[in-house]
């Protein structure tokens, strides 16, 4: 049964349907999930010892971090399944994620150089950690730049997979340049194995949030792939006697 | 699988393996210069740079903060628990800065062996907590100090 939804779901057709009546669940559970985040993770959830109350932009700096390279992952696994498979709904997956991925990418930079100025004393340096995340940016700002340079999308999405696929390389460095070098930025305090060094009270608003951008993302990428899959498929019969329906 | 799609995978395999042994062998030979800072055992023994400014990071050690009569100035010692080095430094200090916090500074080693800093970063760690958390843990701390139990390691 598992194996006929994905079936079903590379239909594009189908994945247009099934998207149209996701989108309004993962919105509302993201606005949910984002307001209980917010109010705990700025109002409720004690300061810190040492920084005070600057640390509360880590309730957006962790998460868009954790997204930005969640989103490359989903990305490159996409890109690979398109490039052997042939997938429609892939290739539209990949592109459909960039700039949201890149969104997320310059919000955790952004986030990061307002806390760097106070706490380190400086809004950039180049150390391993910010470096690779940067590049990161410039991986998404290429993907998106070179799928808009070709005109035809089944080529497009072809040449996109593959440099999603070159730049995955960059998503373990990320990971590891705290652990590997003397960076400036701390090591990670929410790991997979390891109790987390951070505080209960702290850490429920901070998972609170990376679910809640997790659902932002799923929604707008199915926002994102629906129009893409309208475009892609306009001169099909199914859109335009969608599109005549809609304008009775 | 069909064997057309059976050496796409594996083409794509090896170029994902191929660029990952590159980007190894690549920063295997930049290790040097990846790294942020040098520890101040490493000044100690002499490896990080004479004739060009390098950064130092470390430890603020306890009891080593001395500011000089200008009022600018700040004097204190950078170590590692094993080496330490005394840093200079003329401007604002960070917000966390402080005894016993993780720093980097950037600057030069004069002919006396004191660390003329040119910027002072603070380095933060990984822990967050409650004041209220952070002053149980201190009063736990210092109360095993205080009276040992035994064969209780204390750190």
Sequence with gaps: MIIRFFHQMGSPRYFYNVAGKLVPWFMVSFLITLVFGLYYGLFVAPPDYQQGESYRIMYIHVPSAWMSMFIYVVMAVSGLISLVWRIKMTEIVVISSATVGASFTFLALATGSLWGKPMWGTWWVWDARLTSELILLFLYLGIIALHSAIEDKRVAARAVSILALVGVVNIPIIHYSVEWWNTLHQPASVTKFDKPSMDMSMLIPLLTMAISFKLYYGAVVLMRARAEIVERERNSRWVQEMVEQEAK | ?155
């Design chain 2, 1 to 155: 699988m069909n064997p057309i799609r059976k050496k796409r995978l594996t083409l794509i395999g090896l170029m994902v393996a191929g660029i990952g042994v590159a980007t190894w062998l690549a920063l295997n030979a930049f290790d040097e210069n990846l790294m942020f800072f040098f520890s101040p055992s490493e000044v100690v023994e002499g490896k990080a740079p004479e004739a060009h400014p390098f950064r130092i990071g470390g430890l603020v050690q306890s009891d080593s903060v001395k500011r000089k009569p200008d009022g600018l100035t700040t004097a204190f010692s950078v170590t590692d628990n094993a080496e330490a080095v005394t840093v200079e430094y003329t401007g604002i200090l960070p917000d966390l800065f402080r005894e016993g916090q993780g720093i980097v500074a950037m600057g030069q080693l004069n002919q006396n062996g004191i660390f003329i800093a040119s910027e002072v970063l603070a380095k933060h760690d990984e822990n967050y907590m409650p004041p209220e958390v952070a002053e149980s843990l201190k009063t736990a701390h210092d109360e095993a100090v205080a009276n040992p139990q035994p064969q209780a390691s204390v750190q």
